[in-house]
């Protein structure tokens, strides 16, 4: 018998557990286990700090026009100096089956620290963008993103 | 402001003597005169005309405005969100008196026997040219809110040429849109590029290269003062109408981009920055107060008319009604590159009061030519009210749920929330023109299919969730799906995924089933391929068939959290 389970089935065992004993209603187990997911990978992304809110701007539109491609912008304040530049963004989707979305990679060089792509997003959630800055500080930006079924809008 | 002063001696005039149900037409025309209906203190030099979501309305209707308008969360209980006795109370509007009727829902079909139908291009020419009149041609700005292009069956059946024909003889100085995107990319193209006025949209982008499609802003001078004006298109067109007819723009709120345009208005030396807008009023609301340096939005879509400017900080917002019901006058002092002071009307366009522009009234007579056979063949008679606008079910959307019922041989209905709609008075006779009033669209098709209880719950929440998020900027601002054949219970304040309960199948008075399939009725898919006859021609033959319909209010919906 093999008890060594990975990190996800371990989250997945213990969200179950959360969900059985406070009777949660509404949010799904796979969703919460989607998010408890998102700030695994976040942790494991910061070396267990908190990221503070700021310094951060993630564009992504408040409703997806399109679930299967949806345009995230990324754009972080620094002066990206030698001293003083954004290393790595860490960007998740707290709702989707895997989170992990895209990690970027600065130097000084980059100039600026920026970034945009397109993401898929299962449905309505939350995209986090997190920055490791050269001093080892993190800062973030989390915006929700709804994924409607159809509208009636008129 | 002279607004209050005037609609209170309006009042006075008429107040007296309270009309009944069969008053004559005639009463209108003896207790206002058009002077009195466009009287207004000047200020200033600049005036700004506003007209809006006229949906393709070239000849006077009777619009019903809601009864049922909720809002959520930090706009409870304001305005647009209060309606009937407390909207006039708030505006000190004598109940019974022409603006209550033009505002309000109450006592509706006896006051519309006495004052008439509203709105009507050429009436709205008349008073357009009457301001221009006044204040001069160089002093005065006219812009057109969007959504003018559609939904009146001559407006689809030429694709929108019959409103682009006539809105050319009101010379606007800019336009916006939404229902105009319906029409597809490239009839939209083909039109803005003949309209010889810009057509604005900021917040739409191209899905490619993200490169904008249209001019976010045009410069204007006027009254010796430059005026920018910001163009914002309807942020959701894409997600609440199919995007398969706009697939290659992108839209959004794009409010980092909308603070953009301001601050690049006021680096080319605007004194006034306008943001023409299509977003809603709530969305418009949060976006004032987030976005500085916008001196007026000119906001539009969720068809509210307002008889003052809401102030948010400094920024003056303008509410103008719907289906050309009225237009607004805005003066603005303006001095060194700011605005000193401002006089609003929100003129009210009683269509037996002001007279129609003949050059206007000749080519709508024009254009509806070949359509007039069509329109005017009569389907039946409503012993009630028909009426759509409001948060939840309205009469006219009740005969169309029945006509699907029935028609198409299902166990439930479900009908768009669209605010437009005109509405038809007791008695009398329904025509095709009523009935594609409400209907006419380009994705028409009825379509019939099966879902499962939770998939029914799943839509109405999702719906729900486009009316009463908390944060205006998730809304859509359509009202709720209709639905026919079901009931159910809807708590408005409650979170998404959790507002509704209740389902019920009216016709056996049981609990709605989460796994077995039931038989659905619907039009205005936003799905590619929806196959299925155009509702209309299934609403008429409806009517056809029954003779007279007997709307009733219903009590289907049972709503909580308001």
């Known amino acids: ?154 | 402001m002279p607004t209050r002063r005037d609609f209170l001696q309006m009042a006075a005039a008429t107040a007296a003597i309270l009309p009944t149900a069969h008053w004559s037409r005639a009463f209108a025309q003896q207790s206002l005169t058009q002077d009195e209906l466009l009287a207004m203190d000047p200020v200033g030099r600049l005036s700004i005309v506003h007209v809006t979501d006229i949906h393709a309305q070239l000849v006077p209707i009777h619009f019903r405005e809601p009864s049922t308008n909720l809002g959520v969360a930090e706009v409870k209980g304001l305005v647009p969100h209060v309606t009937g006795r407390a909207l006039l109370d708030m505006y000190a509007i004598a109940p019974g008196s022409p603006m209550a009727h033009a505002l309000t829902y109450d006592d509706f079909a006896a006051l519309a026997r006495a004052y008439g139908r509203m709105g009507g291009l050429d009436r709205v020419a008349t008073v357009v040219d009457a301001i221009r009149a006044e204040r001069g041609e160089g002093n005065t700005l006219l812009l057109d809110g969007g959504d003018t292009w559609q939904n009146s069956w001559t407006s689809l059946q030429t694709r929108g040429e019959d409103m682009v024909a006539c809105m050319a003889l009101l010379r606007p100085d800019a336009m916006v849109g939404h229902w105009e995107f319906t029409l597809g990319e490239e009839r939209v193209n083909e039109l803005v590029s003949r309209l010889g006025f810009p057509f604005l949209g900021g917040n739409i982008r191209d899905t490619d290269w993200d490169e904008p499609v249209f001019d976010a802003m045009t410069m204007v001078e006027r009254a010796g003062v430059k005026v920018a004006v910001i163009g914002q298109a309807f942020p959701y067109t894409p997600i609440a109408n199919p995007r398969w007819m706009m697939p290659s723009w992108s839209f959004g709120i794009r409010e980092a981009e909308v603070a953009a345009s301001v601050e690049d208005a006021r680096a080319q030396g605007a004194d006034v920055v306008v943001l023409l807008s299509h977003n809603g009023f709530d969305v418009d609301r949060k976006l004032a107060s987030r976005v500085p340096g916008i001196d007026v939005v000119l906001t539009a879509h969720t068809h509210d008319a307002l008889p003052e400017p809401v102030m948010v900080g400094k920024t003056l917002v303008i509410a103008s009604g719907s289906h050309g019901k009225f237009v607004s006058r805005l003066d603005l002092d303006v001095s060194g590159g700011e605005v000193k002071g401002f006089g609003y009307r929100l003129i009210p366009v009683f269509s037996d009061v002001i007279a129609p522009d003949p050059a206007m009234a000749a080519r709508i007579a024009e254009v509806r030519a070949p359509y007039e056979a069509t329109l005017s063949e009569v389907l039946g008679r409503t012993e009630g009210l028909l009426y759509r606008r409001g948060n939840f079910n309205g009469t006219f959307d009740d005969v169309i749920c029945e006509a699907m019922l029935t028609r198409r041989d299902a166990e439930i209905a479900l009908s768009p929330g669209f605010r437009w709609g005109a509405s038809v008075l007791p008695g009398a006779e329904i025509t095709m023109e009523d009935v594609t009033n409400a209907t006419a669209m380009t994705y028409p098709e009825t379509y019939r299919t099966t879902m499962t209880g939770a998939r029914l719950k799943e839509v109405l929440e999702d719906v729900a969730d486009n009316l009463f998020n908390p944060d205006p900027y998730y809304q859509q601002g359509g009202d709720m799906v209709r639905v026919g054949g079901i009931a159910y219970a809807i708590d408005v304040s409650a979170p998404m995924g959790s507002r509704i309960s209740d389902l019920t199948l009216m016709r056996t008075g049981e609990a709605l089933e989460a796994e077995r399939e039931y038989v659905v009725s619907g039009w205005a898919s936003v799905n590619e391929g929806t196959q299925g006859p155009p509702i209309w021609d299934l609403v008429a033959a409806h009517i056809r068939e029954a003779g007279t319909v007997a709307p009733r209010e219903t009590e289907t919906v049972r709503v909580t959290g308001a």
């Open chain 1, 1 to 154: 018998m093999n008890l060594v389970l990975n990190r996800r089935q371990a989250l997945l065992a213990g969200v179950g557990a959360v969900a059985a004993a406070s009777g949660m209603a509404g949010a799904s187990a796979p969703a919460l286990a989607a998010a408890e997911d998102a700030a695994a990978t976040i942790l494991e992304f910061t070396g267990g700090a908190e990221p503070t809110m700021g310094r951060v701007t993630l564009d992504v539109p408040e409703i997806a026009e399109n679930g299967n491609t949806v345009p995230m912008d990324v754009w972080v304040d620094s002066p990206m100096t030698a001293d003083d530049y954004v290393a790595e963004v860490l960007v998740v989707a707290d709702g989707n089956p895997r989170p992990g979305v895209a990690t970027f990679h600065f130097s000084p060089l980059s100039g600026r620290a920026q970034a945009n792509t397109r993401i898929r997003l299962a449905g309505t959630q939350n995209v986090i963008a997190v920055a490791k800055m050269s001093d080892g500080s993190v800062f973030m930006d989390k915006k929700e993103v709804k994924v409607t079924i159809g509208g009636c809008g008129g």
